[in-house]
C-alpha cells in the first residue's frame, strides 16, 4: 500500500506514481470504483485522490458513471492496451490461429505467457458451447492450477518450479489442484511426454482444458495456448485424442510463426504420444 508522502525522489516522480497507484487498483475484480476505495487502497488522502482523478478522467484514462459516482478505467486505458497486445509476437502470430481453434472446436480458446510467477491472458475466443461475457486479456491466473501453467511450467528450470512451491504459491482452489511439489513434478514429466497438459476441475469445478506449448525460435516454451468450457463441452473422455491433436497443431503453427524451425516442431512427433 502506497504512503501518503509518496516514494518519488521529486514532485514530478511522486504524481506520476500516485496515479499510477490509482490506476493499478482497477482489476477484473474491481472494475468500478469509488473515490473513497481508491483512497482506502493506495493510501493517499481523499483531497490528492480527487485531484489526481479529475487530471485522469481529463486525459480519459478514467471515467465516472454520472448515475453511481463510480470510476472505471476510460477510453485512453483501453488504447493504451490494445497497443501493448499489439506489440507482442505472440498475440500477433497466435490471434487467427486461435480464432481458428475455437471455430474449429467449439470451444475457448485461449493464449497466455509467463508474466513473473503468474499466468499471464493475452487473448481469447469463445466457441458456441464456452460463451463468455467478459474477455480474458489482461487477466491473470496460477501456474499450478490451469493446464496454460502447467504447459509453461514444464518448459521452466527445476529451480524455477521448487521455488514457486518454496514460496508457497501452489494456493488450493478444488480438491483436485495439484499442491504438493513430488506431485507437480509427475505431472510436468506426463506434459513433456505427451505434448499437452490437462485441468479438469483445479481451478474451478465444472470446467476443463487441455493445453499445448508454443515455442520460440530457440525452442524454449515462450506461451501456451489451450481449449477450454464445461466439462459436457470439452469432454475429454471421449474428445480428449481430438482436442489434444488440435492443440498441438495450432501450438506448432504458432511456434513456426514465431521462427520455430518447422523440421523440428513436434506435430507428428506429439501426436504419436497422444
Same mark, same amino acid.
Given at each position: 500500500?502506497?504512503?501518503?508522502?509518496?516514494?518519488?525522489?521529486?514532485?514530478?516522480?511522486?504524481?506520476?506514481?500516485?496515479?499510477?497507484?490509482?490506476?493499478?487498483?482497477?482489476?477484473?475484480?474491481?472494475?468500478?470504483?469509488?473515490?473513497?476505495?481508491?483512497?482506502?487502497?493506495? @493510501?493517499?488522502?481523499?483531497? %490528492?485522490?480527487?485531484?489526481?482523478? !479529475?487530471?485522469?478522467?481529463?486525459?480519459?484514462?478514467?471515467?465516472?458513471?454520472?448515475?453511481?459516482?463510480?470510476?472505471?478505467? @476510460?477510453?485512453?486505458?483501453?488504447?493504451? $492496451?490494445?497497443?501493448?497486445?499489439?506489440?507482442?509476437?505472440?498475440?500477433?502470430?497466435?490471434?487467427?490461429?486461435?480464432?481458428?481453434?475455437?471455430?474449429?472446436?467449439?470451444?475457448?480458446?485461449?493464449?497466455?505467457?509467463?508474466?513473473?510467477?503468474?499466468?499471464?491472458?493475452?487473448?481469447?475466443?469463445?466457441?458456441?458451447?464456452? &460463451?463468455?461475457?467478459?474477455?480474458?486479456?489482461?487477466?491473470?491466473? #496460477?501456474?499450478?492450477?490451469?493446464?496454460?501453467?502447467?504447459?509453461?511450467?514444464? @518448459?521452466? /528450470?527445476?529451480?524455477?518450479?521448487?521455488?514457486?512451491?518454496?514460496?508457497?504459491?501452489?494456493?488450493?482452489?478444488? #480438491?483436485?489442484?495439484? %499442491?504438493?511439489?513430488?506431485?507437480?513434478?509427475?505431472?510436468?514429466?506426463?506434459?513433456?511426454?505427451?505434448?499437452?497438459?490437462?485441468?479438469?476441475?483445479?481451478?474451478?469445478?465444472?470446467?476443463?482444458?487441455?493445453?499445448? &506449448?508454443?515455442?520460440?525460435?530457440? $525452442?524454449?516454451?515462450?506461451?501456451?495456448? !489451450?481449449?477450454? $468450457? &464445461?466439462? /459436457?463441452?470439452?469432454?475429454?473422455?471421449?474428445?480428449?485424442?481430438?482436442?489434444?491433436?488440435?492443440?498441438?497443431?495450432?501450438?506448432?503453427?504458432? !511456434?513456426?510463426?514465431? $521462427?520455430?524451425?518447422?523440421?523440428?516442431?513436434?506435430?507428428?512427433?506429439?501426436?504419436?504420444?497422444?
Amino acid at each position: 500500500m502506497a504512503a501518503e508522502s509518496g516514494a518519488g525522489t521529486g514532485t514530478g516522480t511522486q504524481a506520476v506514481e500516485r496515479a499510477l497507484s490509482l490506476l493499478t487498483c482497477f482489476s477484473a475484480e474491481e472494475s468500478e470504483l469509488r473515490s473513497s476505495e481508491l483512497s482506502l487502497m493506495t @493510501g493517499l488522502g481523499q483531497s %490528492t485522490v480527487s485531484r489526481m482523478v !479529475s487530471t485522469l478522467e481529463r486525459l480519459g484514462f478514467v471515467v465516472q458513471d454520472d448515475r453511481t459516482g463510480l470510476y472505471r478505467l @476510460g477510453p485512453t486505458a483501453v488504447t493504451l $492496451g490494445s497497443v501493448a497486445l499489439n506489440s507482442s509476437a505472440v498475440f500477433r502470430a497466435g490471434r487467427q490461429t486461435l480464432q481458428n481453434l475455437a471455430q474449429a472446436t467449439a470451444l475457448g480458446a485461449n493464449l497466455a505467457e509467463l508474466n513473473g510467477s503468474t499466468l499471464f491472458y493475452l487473448c481469447n475466443f469463445e466457441g458456441s458451447t464456452a &460463451p463468455k461475457s467478459f474477455t480474458m486479456a489482461g487477466r491473470s491466473a #496460477p501456474l499450478h492450477a490451469t493446464g496454460l501453467g502447467k504447459v509453461i511450467l514444464s @518448459g521452466q /528450470s527445476e529451480e524455477f518450479v521448487h521455488e514457486y512451491f518454496k514460496r508457497g504459491l501452489a494456493h488450493s482452489y478444488t #480438491p483436485r489442484t495439484i %499442491t504438493r511439489l513430488d506431485e507437480m513434478i509427475a505431472a510436468l514429466d506426463e506434459v513433456r511426454n505427451r505434448g499437452y497438459a490437462t485441468e479438469v476441475e483445479e481451478l474451478a469445478f465444472g470446467r476443463a482444458c487441455l493445453a499445448a &506449448p508454443i515455442r520460440g525460435h530457440a $525452442g524454449d516454451v515462450v506461451a501456451a495456448l !489451450s481449449v477450454s $468450457g &464445461p466439462l /459436457s463441452a470439452i469432454d475429454l473422455r471421449q474428445r480428449q485424442q481430438e482436442l489434444g491433436l488440435r492443440a498441438i497443431e495450432a501450438a506448432d503453427e504458432i !511456434s513456426v510463426a514465431l $521462427g520455430y524451425t518447422a523440421s523440428v516442431v513436434g506435430g507428428k512427433r506429439h501426436i504419436a504420444r497422444i
